[in-house]
């Protein structure tokens, strides 16, 4: 090997360490990702399997105590008057 492809071999070295210096936190990231999307996936189908998930478009029809003390004083006004 003469002088200008050792200086070539060097040159593309250091373009392959720069490029995996780049890539590499891209990889860890999505590597990361993938791993958090699988624990989630499997949480949810250990939820989904020992209690129903509700829906996000569903409201509890179960009054709150304020309610009930609000409307108890309504229904109180009403028959004094």
Avoid: C, F, H
Avoid at 23 to 34: A, D, K, M, W
Avoid at 65 to 80: I, N, P
């Amino acid at each position: 090997m003469n002088t200008n492809q050792i200086e070539a071999l060097i040159g593309l070295t250091a373009t392959l360490g720069i490029l995996v210096l780049l890539i590499l936190p891209s990889v860890i990231g999505l590597v990361r990702e993938r791993r958090i999307d699988r624990q989630i996936r499997e949480a949810q189908e250990t939820r989904e399997g020992v209690v129903p998930a509700q829906k996000s478009s569903s409201r509890s029809t179960v009054p709150s105590t304020a309610t009930w003390y609000a409307e108890g004083r309504r229904s109180k006004k009403l028959v004094s008057s």
